[in-house]
């Protein structure tokens, strides 16, 4: 069984290494869409690091969500996903292997580059640790959670925007936690239970997301 | 062991392909789906195979349906779909390897090789998929069909499909050593084949009757 997940992870993970591009056209999108806010509202300090968490937080967010269409679509294409149907393991553990796959490609690096791109934004040192591990936290859930709606969409035309439409609204408490988190820090009162809060919600996630994909999958390829 | 079929059909928005399909396959058969172009042949194989669900009636494995143990039947089966699985960006070797690994059956890269080199794609192994011709790209596909024998069930979708003459020769031959080990396959294809007496069955779907 683990080895399938890591079968499974691995070969997304080279696919992902030998068409770097898609890669980086979305950490591109994030570092643009994150460094031009502050060249747009001007440079007033106490305004740039109230807007500084919600707006990392929205960029990684729809980020995140440019990567989604991929995510099952090329496997779909060439008929790899009816394989991984067939398989005598669980299709949840290739889902899993999938979405662990997705994130190293697609949230790690939103995680790393966040806490550079908010010194842009004179965020202090400890909001800037609290964004890292909210996007720390955050980040799964954005991929656990994007993986149904991926998988609900595959063959679709238009598939990228109907998947925005269907995700969107489950990642707004993410969002909500994940910003506040930082905003709460940097007032004064402490991120400790937002943080709580999200990392709950990616408990959630990983129990239930994994069989929903998985079922969607199904469903898709009738 | 057996694959059984109870009065399949099969509809395509408002079309009805087939209706009260009955087949049966046992160890050491092959059964040839015909019929034009838009018939079925590959949705009756999805049916088969459990990908998708029939309008009516049910694909029986050994008595019991494919849907209440799919693992248990998927650890018997090994398909090839009219999409080959191949991804562009892996090289031949790879593409083997993680294939034979979704099927349940690990293999290392050396094994991958011999494999290639037995559907004579030696010098092809390393390159990547993008580039080989679809003659190749087919052969690399088939290839993990050598790591399957021991899944009694083949469900092969067009295997003959843009193969050489010596490809052909070969996967026949492939498919006669699995019938001669008590497997059974299935498959399609416009081709004339040629399988040792009495082995080989048919099932027309213009006609809707097996003969």
């Known amino acids: 069984m683990l080895k399938v997940l890591i079968c499974v992870a691995q070969r997304d993970l080279l696919l992902a290494f030998r068409r770097r591009s898609d890669v980086f056209s979305m950490l591109s999108f994030f570092i643009i869409v994150v460094s031009l806010f502050p060249l747009g509202v001007g440079p007033e300090p106490a305004m740039l690091q109230s807007m500084a968490p919600g707006i990392l937080w929205v960029a990684a967010l729809l980020a995140s969500t440019l990567a989604l269409n991929r995510l099952f679509a090329y496997d779909f294409a060439d008929g790899t996903l009816e394989q991984m149907l067939l398989t005598p393991e669980p299709l949840t553990v290739i889902v899993i292997g999938k979405v662990l796959a997705h994130w190293i490609i697609s949230g790690l690096p939103l995680v790393l580059l966040a806490p550079l791109l908010a010194v842009q934004y004179g965020l202090p040192g400890d909001a800037v640790l609290v964004l890292f591990y909210s996007l720390l936290i955050g980040t799964p859930i954005l991929s656990l959670i994007g993986a149904i709606g991926a998988a609900l969409t595959l063959g679709t035309r238009g598939g990228g925007v109907l998947v925005s439409l269907l995700v969107l609204p489950l990642y707004i408490p993410v969002l909500i936690f994940g910003a506040g988190a930082v905003g709460a820090q940097a007032s004064g009162m402490g991120a400790g239970a937002n943080l709580l809060l999200l990392g709950g919600v990616l408990a959630g996630a990983l129990a239930l997301t994994p069989w929903t994909t998985a079922a969607a999958l199904r469903i898709s390829l009738e | ?169 070969q996967l026949q031959s492939i498919m006669n050593r699995h019938l001669d080990n008590q497997g059974m396959i299935i498959f399609t294809t416009h081709q004339e084949v040629a399988f040792d007496d009495g082995r080989l069955h048919s099932l027309d779907l213009n006609q809707g009757e097996p003969c």
């Open chain 2, 1 to 169: 062991m057996s694959l059984q079929t109870r009065q399949l059909a099969c509809t395509r928005g408002e079309r009805s392909l087939f209706t009260n399909l009955e087949l049966t396959i046992t160890p050491g058969n092959a059964l040839r789906i015909m019929g034009s172009n838009g018939t079925g042949k590959t949705s009756l194989l999805r049916m088969l195979c459990g990908l998708s669900m029939p309008a009516s009636g049910a694909v029986l494995w050994n008595g019991q349906n494919i849907r209440s143990n799919r693992e248990e039947f998927n650890r018997q089966l090994t398909y090839l779909g009219h999409a080959a699985a191949i991804k562009d960006d892996l090289t031949a070797w790879e593409n083997v390897v993680v294939a034979s690994t979704l099927a349940g059956n690990p293999i290392h890269q050396i094994d991958a090789y011999d494999a290639l080199d037995r559907l004579g794609l030696e010098r092809a192994a390393d390159l990547p998929a993008r580039v080989l011709s679809q003659g190749q790209r087919k052969r690399v596909a088939l290839a993990r069909l050598q790591f399957c024998t021991h899944n009694p069930l083949w469900i092969l979708d067009e295997p003959f499909v843009a193969l050489d003459v010596a490809s052909v020769t």
